[in-house]
């Protein structure tokens, strides 16, 4: 009881605003600069997972900096040892000298950090609350886009002029190539530019061009963090030039000088890319500006950093939370009395609420998807859910508290926290719809975006099951909330007014997640397959680097033999579910570095959510190419003759049909592919009437019977015994 009494006794001094809000800010600053010591805990991963993590590791600090104020304020290290300094025990000095505890206890902590046993303690609070944010090696998904998706040309006339130059002197012209064209030249060219254009400059007292006055220091602290990995890179590229001078400088090179200057430019490559992602990610928080600083440099950045849930998608999911609860009130009957002001508090508290389930459902959906990728029913992360929701409950107890002092401060008032200890108590039940939040956009964003569904369906089942979660919270809290509360907001049917509320923001916040998230997990789906090589057992490991050879199982074909088929294509076959018409769509084929074959992309489809992608099998020896389509069991096969102009390329397509809605029916058609050379041609579902629709029929009707056929089942035509059927037929789809 004693120890309850001061206690209750000690709380007064909580209501001094003043020591305890510069007390708070003092160590957040002091938190950013231990969590992200070394530097590499923000150069290697995201804003927005930086950030969570930060929360984890401030709030620790938070919970002992309260412990040390109490111990300041009342324990053997407090004021009522240091009041002996005055003459004794002194009332009035304890009274003047108390308010200042939580500045002590702020000091002791960060003086506290310098003796050995407490930067191990600290280490190890750094170490889980980085394993507890599940922050990922960014700069080495980075490094993967960047070595292997992203096209590179010097921007800079001056580097593109010494890269020429060095090539020029040292190997030769026929070394030099800028046009990335997948050649053994262009991929040097490549290399070498990468390294004068970041490790290169720093190894010789060159001119950086890269950074400029603000970013220089970033850089100079990338480059000591990866001075290892640079004087790694120094060594590979003298390796480089001379196997590029034994390769150039012979006629016709034998295949082991070509394994060993690809084996070069990888070495040369891979690092240089890796210290230039850190380097990026150091520079700039948000991926848009990750993009401008990349595309400054020279490299074709519009396929990177498109993987994850970032800071843009965060903060317009918040701002448009914030207009949208903000618009709902202003025009609520019984809102209408209440100042501008207290509308846009209200907003922006239920905002940044909101704002903070997103980030902590979208954490855990992002980690469970990659951690159960494959798998048809995991298991629902409940454990990982619950404890985000329950810090998302926290962080909106402290703004709900908070955001209610920040004017009168801004005013040079003084703020009332009694009010709004009391204000918050009786508004307290709106903490569930975050809690909510949480959990339901977690599960949604686990089970809805790996499903081969179309974006449209995905964000409708997400906006109306984040809907109903919402609709069920707003029950919740309406039936908890006092009726004089609501009654400051609403004229009439308050109940009413507030699950139908939260029910229309729940529904359009899950569409904006949920369309985001798809994205980016569709984009991190199909960066991860390209990055996947070959089987080991299918292809050397020194062809496989080259990128040039494929593996036996696609046809061990040459990039160099297959150069003349990449291009556009229109691709026309009879639709399945329509009678009469014929559907043509384009199909893109182009050569993948990472799965080192050739594949092609499907797009303009009238049917956009059935639009396929796959690799190319070109077996040898034979008059046939195959398209596969490999996705979750479902195979879709296409077998047309070789892609030669000015002939078009003829074939049959596999696949399966669902005239019936869920009854999946196998199904053979003809299809023909044409390379597109001048313009394109009417794409879309043709009917008769169309111009093209004539020119499709014929060129369909032509498959048969030199292209293919379909081998119908014998006939019993009388008698007992049956013979077998007259000369086969294609079966067409008609």
């Not at 789906?525 to 080991?536: F, M, N, R, S």
Request: hydrophobic share 50%; aromatic share 10%; net charge neutral.
């Amino acid at each position: 009881m004693h120890a309850l009494a001061q206690t209750i006794d000690f709380f007064p001094y909580l209501v001094q605003p003043a020591e305890w809000i510069v007390s708070a800010l003092m160590l957040i600053v002091v938190a950013c600069e231990r969590f992200n010591t070394p530097p590499t805990n923000r150069s290697s991963t995201t804003f927005a997972l930086f950030s969570f993590g930060l929360i984890f590791y401030y709030a620790l600090i938070v919970a002992l900096w309260l412990v040390v104020t109490i111990a300041v304020r009342q324990g053997a290290i407090g004021f009522d040892k240091s009041v002996l300094w005055f003459g004794g025990p002194n009332p009035k000095v304890r009274a003047e000298i108390a308010p200042y505890a939580p500045l002590v206890a702020a000091l002791v902590i960060v003086v506290a950090a310098h003796f050995p046993w407490v930067q191990q303690v600290d280490n190890l609070a750094r170490a889980f609350c980085i394993n507890l944010a599940a922050i990922p090696r960014e700069a080495d998904r980075l490094t993967l886009e960047l070595a292997q998706a992203a096209d590179f040309k010097p921007k800079s006339e001056k580097l593109r002029g010494y890269v020429e130059k060095i090539i020029t002197e040292q190997i030769g012209p026929q070394a030099l190539r800028f046009e990335s064209d997948g050649s053994l030249a262009a991929r040097f060219t490549r290399a070498v530019g990468l390294y004068w254009l970041f490790v290169g400059p720093n190894r010789n007292g060159m001119k950086i061009e890269v950074a400029n006055a603000s970013t220089l220091s970033a850089y100079a602290r990338v480059m000591q963090l990866g001075a290892e990995t640079a004087a790694r890179v120094d060594a590979h590229y003298q390796e480089l030039m001379q196997a590029a001078l034994a390769y150039f400088s012979m006629p016709h090179s034998s295949k082991e000088l070509e394994e060993e200057l690809n084996r070069s430019i990888i070495n040369v490559s891979q690092p240089t890319c890796g210290l230039i992602a850190r380097y990026v990610l150091c520079c700039n928080a948000t991926k848009s500006k990750r993009r401008q600083r990349l595309a400054r440099m020279g490299f074709d950045a519009s396929r990177t950093m498109v993987i994850r849930f970032g800071l843009d998608q965060w903060v317009a999911t918040m701002l448009a939370v914030i207009v949208l609860s903000a618009g709902m009130m202003a025009f609520t009957p019984g809102m209408l009395a209440q100042p501008a002001g207290k509308i846009l508090t209200i907003a922006i508290t239920f905002g940044l609420s909101i704002g903070f389930a997103v980030m902590g459902a979208v954490v855990v959906a992002q980690r469970f998807v990659e951690r159960h990728e494959g798998e048809t029913s995991p298991y629902p992360p409940v454990a990982e859910l619950t404890a985000a929701a329950l810090i998302v409950a926290g962080l909106s107890v402290a703004l709900r508290i908070g955001i209610p002092l920040i004017p009168p401060l801004l005013l040079g008032d003084s703020p009332n926290l009694p009010e709004a200890l009391i204000q918050f108590r009786e508004r307290l039940p709106g903490v569930i719809i975050p809690f909510a939040c949480t959990i339901s956009l977690g599960l949604l964003c686990i089970y809805l975006s790996p499903r081969p569904w179309s974006h449209v369906r995905v964000v409708v089942f997400g906006a109306l099951g984040n809907g109903l979660a919402f609709m069920a919270a707003g029950l919740l809290v309406a039936w908890l909330l006092d009726e004089r509360v609501m009654g400051q907001f609403y004229a009439d049917h308050m109940r009413l007014r507030v699950v139908l509320m939260t029910s229309l923001i729940g529904i359009a916040i899950g569409a904006m997640v949920l369309w985001a998230f798809k994205r980016s997990e569709r984009a991190r789906h199909d960066i991860v397959e390209q990055a996947t090589l070959p089987p080991a057992d299918s292809l050397d490991p020194v062809v496989a680097s080259t990128s040039d050879v494929a593996a036996q199982n696609y046809g061990g074909y040459s990039r160099a033999s297959v150069t003349g088929l990449e291009g556009c294509y229109v691709c026309f076959r009879p639709a399945f579910t329509r009678p009469g018409v014929i559907t043509a769509y384009l199909v893109d084929l182009r050569w993948d570095e990472a799965a080192s074959c050739l594949t092609f992309e499907e797009s303009g489809r009238a049917d956009a959510g059935h639009t396929q992608q796959g690799r190319v099998y070109i077996p040898d020896g034979r008059p046939f190419i195959s398209f596969v389509t490999v996705e979750r069991g479902a195979l879709r096969l296409v077998t047309v003759s070789r892609l030669e102009l000015p002939q078009s390329a003829r074939g049959l397509m596999m696949t399966l049909s669902n005239p019936g809605g869920m009854h999946f029916t196998p199904v053979s058609a003809p299809v023909v592919f044409k390379r597109i050379v001048d313009k394109v041609p009417q794409l879309g579902f043709i009917d008769p009437e169309a111009s093209d629709y004539e020119s499709y029929r014929q060129e369909l009707e032509a498959v048969a019977p030199d292209f293919g056929f379909f081998a119908t089942a014998p006939r019993r035509v009388s008698g007992t015994e049956a013979r077998p059927a007259g000369e086969p037929r294609l079966s067409l789809v008609s």
